[in-house]
């Protein structure tokens, strides 16, 4: 009963939410739902963490062969618990932000929760689907309602991109779903279809244009930074920490084993873009004068890493990616808070009027140094072992290796890929260190501006969010082997699904 409680909680309050016409009644409830999913999300990972209490399934729509069927294995844990701790952070650091219409507002966001939750947990490809949609639509209203000033044509733009991804899904799971043994869309019938090479290879890319636009994946990524920008802080930490991981999850879910050969003959195009992303996206992050852009494009190169690793098919890299993804949301929604707090004190996200801040808010300064640190995986945090992982895996993989023509003209035999994979991929790693260390320069030091001169230190409430974000980010980069327990049977089970070791090109 785990998985629907997680899904029913969330599901349920935000449609009370909506006749709560009073705003501080309808965030005090949203606050109080997502304290009660977090104590589910617990208990399903301590003493509730038993079989019969983390599956569920029953009928749903028969006719079309789809079940309601949720699950919590290893990386729906961890996802769950992922998306359970953010939003109570979400709403606690932003408590002091006011909306229009409140109670659609917290709603609205306690339905992207359900949505979330739903696709992490699902087992039936169209329930999948139906989550995959839940919980984007309740996005669109939020950017487009609440945003900022060029919130339409930025919403507008999200919306294309992901209207045309999700249709791409859905044709390619109802032709996958066509050509399963029993015609059923259940992840096992999915598992077992019965696809030529050169079929898996055009529905490999109706799926992974979909995951790639929600990570999101050069070149698909242009409505990121303008989302991000224009949306409520509330939303942009939703959309950063924890709905990009919809993508990474599907693609570990949904594509590599149902799909295995085209992911080995993709692999390596996906990384050559991968590559070009992650260097592109810390190129421009280090052009920002806007602290919400900056963060943006940082976490444009972090996915584009996860992602690359992904297609290593090593052990080490599919771990490496399934830490990372809790820990990038972790430290993501940390550098949110940190925006959401100095642009409600000053007014500005801009980093040029902005500065020694540490000499006026010593608390906020600290807190700042330490995720900012912990944002270029330095040893000690909780993305190092992740990163680590990942670079592990890309350095020592040999899918990439084998024969290619270059634009039907060119015979190219490309050898140990892996390793200068590893070393482009490593630039982002030392630009990361560049523009991070550069924002903590300019916001926390030098001299005081006109805007800084009268800072106070941030309150009780902010300390408490920023230190239970502080003591994950400490106690993952110590000891991280309860999350490396957690995930490792799942991380087994999809390399042997994909079972591409034959496959591999000499």
């Not at 990009?244 to 949904?254: H, L, S």
């Amino acid at each position: 009963m785990i998985p629907l409680l997680l899904i029913l909680i969330p599901l349920l309050s935000g449609l009370i939410a909506f006749f709560l016409k009073n705003g501080n009644n309808a965030k005090a409830w949203a606050l109080i739902s997502s304290i009660a999913t977090l104590a589910v999300s617990l208990l399903g990972l301590t003493v509730l963490n038993s079989t019969a209490d983390l599956q569920y399934k029953t009928d749903w729509m028969a006719g079309l062969g789809s079940t309601f069927s949720v699950k919590l294995d290893g990386m729906g844990h961890m996802l769950c618990l992922l998306t359970a701790i953010s939003f109570p952070v979400i709403f606690v650091a932003t408590w002091r932000s006011e909306y229009k219409k409140a109670h659609n507002f917290f709603a609205l966001m306690l339905l992207s929760q359900a949505g979330l939750m739903g696709v992490f947990l699902a087992m039936d490809a169209l329930l999948f689907y139906f989550f995959w949609e839940l919980a984007l639509i309740p996005v669109y209203f939020l950017c487009s309602q609440w945003g900022g000033e060029k919130r339409i044509a930025a919403t507008f733009k999200f919306f294309i991109y992901t209207f045309t991804g999700s249709v791409l899904m859905l044709i390619a799971i109802i032709y996958i779903q066509a050509n399963t043994a029993d015609q059923s869309f259940d992840i096992s019938s999915f598992y077992n279809a019965a696809l030529s090479g050169k079929t898996q290879s055009w529905v490999f890319w109706l799926m992974f244009l979909a995951f790639a636009i929600k990570m999101p994946v050069f070149p698909f990524h242009t409505w990121q930074p303008d989302t991000y920008e224009q949306s409520p802080t509330a939303v942009t930490m939703v959309l950063s920490a924890v709905m990009v991981k919809m993508g990474i999850f599907a693609v570990i879910r949904w594509l590599l084993p149902v799909l295995p050969l085209a992911s080995v003959n993709w692999a390596m195009l996906i990384s050559v873009l991968c590559v070009i992303g992650i260097i592109y996206a810390s190129l421009l992050a280090l052009q920002q004068d806007d602290l919400k852009r900056l963060v943006a494009y940082s976490s444009i190169a972090h996915i584009g890493l996860m992602c690359l690793a992904i297609f290593t098919e090593t052990t080490t890299g599919m771990q490496g990616v399934m830490m990372q993804m809790f820990n990038h949301g972790i430290n993501i929604i940390g550098l949110w808070v940190i925006v959401e707090l100095i642009e409600r004190k000053f007014g500005t996200r801009k980093m040029s009027e902005l500065g020694g801040l540490a000499q006026k808010a010593p608390s906020l300064a600290i807190f700042f140094v330490v995720i900012a640190l912990a944002n270029i995986a330095l040893p000690l945090t909780n993305a190092f072992i992740g990163e680590f992982l990942m670079f592990n895996g890309v350095f020592s993989s040999h899918i990439f290796d084998g024969h290619y023509t270059l634009f039907g003209r060119w015979d190219i035999h490309a050898n140990n890929m892996g390793i200068v994979f590893a070393a482009l991929a490593g630039i982002g790693i030392i630009l990361a260190a560049v523009y991070t260390l550069r924002m903590v320069q300019k916001v926390l030091y030098g001299n005081t501006s006109s805007l800084t001169a009268q800072a106070t230190d941030i309150r009780f409430n902010e300390k408490l969010i920023l230190g239970v974000l502080l003591m994950v980010i400490l106690v993952m980069g110590i000891y991280p082997q309860p999350l490396l327990d957690l995930t490792q049977g799942v991380s087994d089970f999809i390399l042997k699904k994909s079972d591409i070791s034959h496959l591999f090109k000499k």
